[in-house]
């Protein structure tokens, strides 16, 4: 059977992984049972475009997700290549299927209200430990910042005098990220209260904090007012984002504090902004 040179081919002259071998057999396998099925083509010249766009409305009808049904034409698309390339057939009917745009989950958030009353600081001891903690929820909230940046601000890398931070984000490119008074003046308390030289969030050694902690300190004080099932960094991250352009703010200078290269990673945040309206328009219209 044809599929059976794929494989081999794969194996032994691409050597392609065993979890990408078997994802390519899956596939194939759930392509060519649906032919049989459904009694479509007695060979594999006889498969035609209309046939495999059919088995692609399919499997949207089944309630398989946009990002696994291209996985799925990928390996179609490579198994046809190598018919082709092999003179196993004379026309390559994937090579007008186009693959549908991947959907976008909607990114979690933690809800205004809900921040508002975990940095209240009744949940944090009065102490280095409760006080650099406190420090970290608010500090990716009010500046929408990666992980792996938090954890590296330094010091020298904060301007008191002009309220801002140096961050070097992805790529090793450079932005400046805009800090409130309030955080400022937290931030100078921490630093001067325990004599933090280098890295701002640090354990009681003065040694940088390891990205497993700060999560698992986000996910526990998270936890303490919501019951969002995602309790990341990140989550702090998109609630920054989403919460801005709740509130009025322009979405080309969320783009620039959070770092994108590009406005299209902005605008997911705005799907978030839509669906709230959504929800209060169906709230109080009386003939919604």
Request: proline share 2%; aromatic share 12%; hydrophobic share 35%.
């Amino acid at each position: 059977m044809f599929v059976n040179k794929f494989i081999k081919y794969i194996e032994s002259e691409r050597r392609l992984s065993k979890h990408t071998v078997t994802s390519y057999k899956t596939d194939l396998n759930q392509f060519f049972s649906y032919i049989n099925d459904f009694s479509m083509a007695e060979s594999v010249d006889e498969i035609s475009f209309k046939i495999i766009r059919n088995w692609i409305t399919y499997l949207f009808e089944s309630g398989i997700t946009s990002r696994t049904i291209n996985r799925k034409i990928s390996s179609l698309k490579s198994f046809f290549k190598f018919l082709e390339f092999s003179n196993l057939i004379s026309v390559n009917p994937t090579l007008k299927i186009i693959s549908p745009k991947n959907s976008r989950k909607l990114p979690s958030i933690v809800e205004q209200v809900d921040l508002d009353q975990l940095l209240d600081q009744k949940y944090f001891k009065n102490e280095f430990v409760g006080e650099r903690d406190s420090l970290i929820i608010e500090f990716f909230y009010l500046t929408g910042l990666r992980l792996s940046e938090l954890i590296e601000i330094k010091v020298r890398n904060i301007d008191f005098k002009n309220c801002s931070l140096k961050v070097i984000g992805k790529g090793n490119k450079e932005r400046i990220v805009p800090l409130s008074f309030n955080l400022i003046s937290k931030i100078d308390l921490l630093i001067k209260n325990y004599n933090i030289k280098d890295h701002l969030f640090s354990n009681s050694s003065n040694e940088k904090l390891y990205p497993k902690k700060v999560y698992r300190i986000v996910n526990y004080y998270i936890g303490l007012v919501s019951s969002v099932k995602k309790r990341s960094p990140h989550v702090l991250r998109h609630s920054f984002a989403t919460h801005m352009l709740n509130n009025g703010a322009d979405i080309n200078a969320i783009k620039e504090i959070l770092g994108h290269s590009s406005l299209s990673a902005t605008q997911i945040y705005t799907h978030n902004t839509v669906e709230k309206l959504k929800s209060v328009y169906n709230q109080a219209h009386p003939r919604a």
